[in-house]
């Protein structure tokens, strides 16, 4: 995008905003959040991100995105995944190498049932809504 | 099919040891008994925190939150609640809970409060669309077309923002200072040059949400009519390095960094420079001077760099967590903020909690918020179910705070009145395990590594310090050398050039101060209570106890512990390394360690 106007970045940020909302509730398909900073990456988060892709191929699942962030500051339980499904309450799991992330796939994403084990409670409540 | 509820029990170490298996398996037996294992899944979760309320249940979707659950309880939550759809009141936590309300509003639960954060753990920080999408750069939006600078300024000042850097001075009065300077060109730079042994939130802060650095830093551009920005960060953070000039790159796309920013004719740009990792180029001045591509050595203030900074020329510096607070201060308001935290010091405080804690990690809370708080409802206490000692803040230049504090709200006042200080934010939990002399020698191990010998009191002041530490940690101290170190400390504190050498023998009187008997005992006594000094400890055979097994014998790395099998082992003393590996393989408590 070229560089914009005062006008062009509101209603960029509209139409971003709106997407976000959407994307929290009417969309139906599910979202893998991997906590990417230094540490996450450290604890293995790179090969949790590849067994998720792994595994979604795997069982041919089409409308599941995984996307990275930043830490989520759970340092005890690092690499940390956030799973949105529709329908489902949004969790955040702890210590996810390639097999809980196998598990996640299988388990929460497929067959809709939460993964035992792994997971924490999100730090805090966002200020921005 | 997904499931109508989810009840979640904590499986944490501190709730497991307080009846949580039990309750699981109650709660398991019940479903099936209800006949409803289709309704609801059982989950066994992390631990949540909290850790003293325990075992702690919590239901989704409706986040009911049960504390002190029993097993005896697991019928009446599955009859109650599951089938029924009514929660049970009398084991909810916030007894007033009316029914729909979840955890998040329960304050005392959710004791973080993350603005500096906001972003961290919930965008991807390598869109700046994202970025946007969460209110991102409204407040530069704000600045450049609806707010004169003194309004942003004031704005700032009434907030009642501090640097967070350490020292705590008004971010609005630095900014104030560099407006009203009159100069051809000012600057903005950003401290990144995070230094503190076990402090990382500053760069998680660029790793999640860089932007909120840019923004903050084009705010500053335009309130006091600087047109160039540095981010000063150490090399050894790749990853935020790679992230911050990305961000860069986009920020300069959209036209919200470069030339005519949003269309305006207000113009703004921001580069990195890497620091090569030295603990004093995070002081200011020596910061300038890196960044100018001398050495990076302090000079005396005043001048500040407020006014005379970055090639002589006015220069407001803040530290990332005083910029990452910026924009949210501006969009949200002076009051809004002011309304967080204590009588003195406004907002939430970035800690990196580490050490001898059971849930470590980066967390956001409000000022005023007490050590009890951090330690136990969000660290969810002492590892290993051991006994708290002490907590270390403000790094190499703090001190440490004893039990006897663990009530007092933090900020920067309360904690200097302790001894210790803010410092950046790093938390490190010790338990009775840490000996403080062994903890002190290593701070002071760093800044003497650290310092840059420009001025005599750091560099022979430390020198000399540490030795004597050493001295005393192998049980060769005597009663004079406890004067010497006070005598020194004092000395440096005062003489010193910059805050690296003045604040250095803080974590040297704080520990007198708090553990003079953990001194004397090395002194007069010649032990180590905590059991660390290597010096002054010895492994022996308990012979009453010693079977003969040869375990010991065969995991010992030097091979110093002899003897037959089935008869008493022996260690030789003078061969032993005190590595403590006997201790632990022996299974019949026949070492002893003392």
Same mark, same amino acid.
């Given at each position: 995008?070229?560089?914009?106007?005062?006008?062009?970045?509101?209603?960029?940020?509209?139409?971003?905003?709106?997407?976000?909302?959407?994307?929290?509730?009417?969309?139906?398909?599910?979202?893998?959040?991997?906590?990417?900073?230094?540490?996450?990456?450290?604890?293995?988060?790179?090969?949790?991100?590849?067994?998720?892709?792994?595994?979604?191929?795997?069982?041919?699942?089409?409308?599941?995105?995984?996307?990275?962030?930043?830490?989520?500051?759970?340092?005890?339980?690092?690499?940390?995944?956030?799973?949105?499904?529709?329908?489902?309450?949004?969790?955040?799991?702890?210590?996810?190498?390639?097999?809980?992330?196998?598990?996640?796939?299988?388990?929460?994403?497929?067959?809709?049932?939460?993964?035992?084990?792994?997971?924490?409670?999100?730090?805090?409540?966002?200020?921005?809504? | 099919?997904?499931?109508?509820?989810?009840?979640?029990?904590?499986?944490?170490?501190?709730?497991?040891? !307080?009846?949580?298996?039990?309750?699981?398996?109650? #709660?398991?037996?019940?479903?099936?008994?209800?006949?409803?294992?289709?309704?609801?899944?059982?989950?066994?979760?992390?631990?949540?925190?909290?850790?003293?309320?325990?075992?702690?249940?919590?239901?989704?979707?409706?986040?009911?939150?049960?504390?002190?659950?029993?097993?005896?309880?697991?019928?009446?939550?599955?009859?109650?609640?599951?089938?029924?759809?009514?929660?049970?009141?009398?084991?909810?936590?916030?007894?007033?809970?009316?029914?729909? !309300?979840?955890?998040?509003?329960?304050?005392?639960?959710?004791?973080?409060?993350?603005?500096?954060?906001?972003?961290?753990?919930?965008?991807?920080?390598?869109?700046?669309?994202?970025?946007?999408?969460?209110?991102?750069?409204?407040?530069?939006?704000?600045?450049?077309?609806?707010?004169?600078?003194?309004?942003?300024?004031?704005?700032?000042?009434?907030?009642?923002?501090?640097?967070?850097?350490?020292?705590?001075?008004?971010?609005?009065?630095?900014?104030?200072?560099?407006?009203?300077?009159?100069?051809?060109?000012?600057?903005?730079?950003?401290?990144?040059?995070?230094?503190?042994?076990?402090?990382?939130?500053?760069?998680?802060?660029?790793?999640?949400?860089?932007? !909120?650095?840019?923004?903050?830093?084009?705010?500053?551009?335009?309130?006091?009519?600087?047109?160039?920005?540095?981010?000063?960060?150490?090399?050894?953070?790749?990853?935020?390095?790679?992230?911050?000039?990305?961000?860069?790159?986009?920020?300069?796309?959209?036209?919200?960094?470069?030339?005519?920013?949003?269309?305006?004719?207000?113009?703004?740009?921001?580069?990195?420079?890497?620091?090569?990792?030295?603990?004093?180029?995070?002081?200011?001045?020596?910061?300038?001077?890196?960044?100018?591509?001398?050495?990076?050595?302090?000079?005396?203030?005043?001048?500040?760099?407020?006014?005379?900074?970055?090639?002589?020329?006015?220069?407001?510096?803040?530290?990332?967590?005083?910029?990452?607070?910026?924009?949210?201060?501006?969009?949200?308001?002076?009051?809004?903020?002011?309304?967080?935290?204590?009588?003195?010091?406004?907002?939430?405080?970035?800690?990196?909690?580490?050490?001898?804690?059971?849930?470590?990690? #980066?967390?956001?809370?409000?000022?005023?918020?007490?050590?009890?708080?951090?330690?136990?409802?969000?660290?969810?206490?002492?590892?290993?179910?051991?006994?708290?000692?002490?907590?270390?803040?403000?790094?190499?230049?703090?001190?440490?705070?004893?039990?006897?504090?663990?009530?007092?709200?933090?900020?920067?006042?309360?904690?200097?009145?302790?001894?210790?200080?803010?410092?950046?934010?790093?938390?490190?939990?010790?338990?009775?395990?840490?000996?403080?002399?062994?903890?002190?020698?290593?701070?002071?191990?760093?800044?003497?590594?650290?310092?840059?010998?420009?001025?005599?009191?750091?560099?022979?002041?430390?020198?000399?310090?540490?030795?004597?530490?050493?001295?005393?940690?192998?049980?060769?101290?005597?009663?004079?050398?406890?004067?010497?170190?006070?005598?020194?400390?004092?000395?440096?504190?005062?003489?010193?050039?910059?805050? #690296?050498?003045?604040?250095?023998?803080?974590?040297?009187?704080?520990?007198?101060?708090?553990?003079?008997?953990?001194?004397?005992?090395?002194?007069?006594?010649?032990?180590?209570?905590?059991?660390?000094?290597?010096?002054?400890?010895?492994?022996?055979?308990?012979?009453?106890?010693?079977?003969?097994?040869?375990?010991?014998?065969?995991?010992?790395?030097?091979?110093?512990?002899?003897?037959?099998?089935?008869?008493?082992?022996?260690?030789?003393?003078?061969?032993?390394?005190?590595?403590?590996?006997?201790?632990?393989?022996?299974?019949?408590?026949?070492?002893?360690?003392?």
């Amino acid at each position: 995008m070229a560089k914009m106007t005062l006008e062009q970045l509101r209603e960029l940020r509209d139409s971003k905003k709106m997407e976000m909302t959407q994307r929290d509730g009417e969309e139906k398909a599910a979202r893998i959040v991997i906590g990417m900073g230094t540490c996450g990456i450290a604890a293995g988060a790179k090969e949790a991100f590849d067994a998720f892709l792994d595994e979604l191929n795997s069982h041919a699942v089409k409308d599941t995105r995984i996307t990275q962030t930043g830490c989520m500051g759970l340092c005890f339980s690092e690499p940390t995944v956030e799973v949105i499904v529709p329908g489902m309450p949004r969790v955040i799991y702890g210590n996810v190498d390639g097999k809980v992330a196998r598990r996640i796939v299988r388990e929460h994403i497929i067959e809709k049932s939460l993964v035992s084990d792994h997971i924490f409670d999100k730090p805090a409540a966002d200020i921005i809504k | 099919m997904a499931y109508k509820n989810y009840i979640l029990v904590c499986a944490g170490t501190a709730c497991e040891s !307080s009846k949580g298996v039990a309750l699981y398996e109650a #709660l398991e037996k019940e479903l099936k008994a209800q006949g409803v294992e289709a309704e609801a899944q059982l989950v066994k979760t992390g631990c949540f925190g909290f850790c003293e309320q325990g075992p702690i249940v919590k239901i989704l979707p409706d986040e009911s939150f049960y504390v002190k659950v029993g097993p005896e309880h697991a019928a009446q939550i599955v009859s109650e609640h599951i089938i029924k759809g009514r929660q049970v009141k009398e084991l909810l936590y916030d007894k007033d809970q009316t029914a729909g !309300s979840s955890s998040d509003d329960i304050g005392f639960y959710q004791k973080q409060q993350r603005i500096v954060l906001r972003n961290c753990g919930v965008i991807n920080p390598e869109y700046i669309d994202e970025y946007i999408a969460r209110d991102g750069y409204a407040a530069l939006e704000k600045v450049v077309f609806d707010m004169s600078a003194d309004e942003v300024i004031k704005e700032l000042t009434d907030a009642g923002l501090r640097g967070r850097g350490g020292a705590g001075f008004p971010t609005g009065v630095k900014w104030g200072f560099t407006k009203k300077a009159q100069s051809d060109q000012k600057y903005i730079v950003c401290n990144a040059d995070e230094g503190d042994p076990g402090a990382y939130m500053d760069r998680s802060t660029c790793e999640g949400d860089p932007h !909120s650095v840019l923004e903050a830093m084009t705010i500053a551009g335009h309130t006091v009519g600087a047109n160039q920005g540095f981010i000063y960060i150490r090399a050894e953070y790749p990853l935020a390095i790679e992230r911050l000039n990305n961000a860069i790159d986009q920020a300069r796309e959209y036209g919200l960094l470069g030339d005519n920013i949003l269309g305006s004719d207000f113009s703004f740009d921001i580069e990195l420079r890497l620091g090569a990792g030295a603990f004093v180029c995070g002081e200011e001045t020596a910061l300038l001077a890196s960044i100018e591509g001398k050495r990076g050595m302090p000079i005396p203030r005043p001048p500040f760099p407020a006014v005379k900074g970055l090639w002589g020329k006015p220069t407001v510096i803040n530290n990332v967590e005083t910029w990452a607070n910026i924009p949210m201060i501006l969009l949200k308001g002076a009051a809004w903020f002011s309304g967080i935290g204590t009588e003195t010091t406004k907002g939430t405080k970035v800690f990196a909690l580490t050490g001898k804690i059971n849930n470590s990690g #980066l967390i956001e809370v409000p000022m005023g918020t007490t050590l009890r708080e951090i330690i136990y409802d969000i660290g969810g206490g002492i590892r290993g179910g051991k006994k708290f000692k002490a907590a270390q803040t403000g790094g190499p230049s703090g001190g440490v705070i004893t039990e006897e504090f663990l009530d007092i709200p933090i900020d920067y006042e309360s904690l200097q009145s302790i001894g210790s200080m803010m410092g950046s934010g790093g938390m490190i939990v010790m338990d009775e395990d840490d000996c403080m002399i062994d903890v002190t020698k290593f701070y002071l191990d760093f800044t003497v590594d650290e310092s840059c010998g420009k001025c005599a009191p750091c560099r022979i002041g430390g020198r000399t310090n540490y030795n004597i530490l050493d001295k005393i940690s192998k049980g060769q101290g005597s009663l004079e050398d406890l004067d010497t170190l006070k005598t020194l400390a004092l000395a440096m504190r005062k003489a010193s050039l910059c805050g #690296l050498g003045q604040t250095a023998p803080n974590p040297v009187m704080s520990t007198i101060h708090y553990f003079e008997d953990e001194y004397l005992a090395h002194i007069n006594d010649g032990t180590c209570p905590a059991g660390k000094c290597k010096d002054l400890l010895a492994y022996t055979v308990v012979e009453d106890k010693c079977i003969g097994c040869t375990a010991c014998a065969r995991v010992c790395p030097v091979n110093c512990i002899s003897g037959e099998v089935k008869s008493v082992h022996v260690i030789d003393q003078d061969q032993c390394i005190k590595c403590g590996q006997c201790l632990t393989k022996c299974k019949f408590d026949a070492i002893l360690k003392g």
